[in-house]
């Protein structure tokens, strides 16, 4: 099923800490995930994906978990700057009879100075 | 890289009146598009999937007689509000990807605001 938009859940960390940001996806069929980050009054960009059939992917200063025996992913950001700060959707990819993009739900991340 | 542009980035009109919003893949041919619309403080919500030169598929709770998409070339794809109401104002954000099908392209997101 589809998620549907609750008031988004807020991170606030130090900068200079680690953060994980979770996410819970609901379609045990989708084969690929993906992490956004979205800037106030801009569209979603692309941070990091992860096919169903990893369960660790890093990239510079991130890293997602996949497990998918609970239907979880997460997002780790190592050393949290300032320029970190916006809302983190994961999506998951449902191909079905077509492509499909689903968004999660979203945290916001704020780091203090 | 592959961009997304949307224009036009905000828009504020009369209730009643229609707004047409544009979405352009700017150095790929986007064989699929996508519409979302994101309330404040809310998750992107899937709209609309269009293929180039065929009906958009539109999600469940959707009206196709309210939000008009045209995919009319393999850059070019436009979400008309028709007859808009005070409830359509809301953040529209398009994508796109080209024949790979990944990574997704977004746009910068319109924001409309009905009085």
């Known amino acids: 099923g589809e998620s549907v938009g609750l008031h988004l859940p807020t991170l606030s960390v130090q900068e200079g800490d680690n953060s994980i940001i979770n996410c819970a996806y609901s379609n045990s069929a989708s084969d690929y995930f993906i992490w956004y980050k979205q800037e106030s009054g801009k569209g979603p960009q692309f941070i990091i994906d992860?096919?169903?059939?990893?369960d660790k992917r890093q990239g510079q200063r991130v890293t997602v978990l996949l497990n998918k025996t609970v239907k979880h992913l997460s997002l780790q950001i190592a050393a949290t700057q300032p320029g970190d700060s916006a809302v983190y959707f994961c999506a998951e990819i449902l191909m079905d009879s077509s492509y499909k993009l689903i968004f999660g739900s979203g945290t916001r991340l704020l780091v203090r100075p | 890289g592959a961009v997304v542009s949307q224009h036009p980035s905000w828009v504020i009109c009369k209730s009643g009146t229609s707004v047409k919003i544009e979405c352009r893949s700017l150095d790929f041919q986007a064989t699929t598009m996508f519409w979302y619309r994101q309330f404040p403080k809310q998750s992107l919500m899937l709209m609309a999937t269009s293929n180039e030169g065929s009906k958009a598929t539109y999600e469940q709770g959707v009206e196709k007689d309210k939000f008009l998409i045209n995919h009319a070339s393999l850059t070019l794809s436009t979400l008309t509000v028709t007859s808009a109401h005070p409830e359509d104002s809301s953040f529209y954000i398009c994508s796109a990807i080209g024949r790979s099908n990944q990574p997704q392209h977004f746009g910068d997101g319109t924001r409309l605001s009905i009085l």
């Open positions: 992860i096919r169903s059939n990893m």
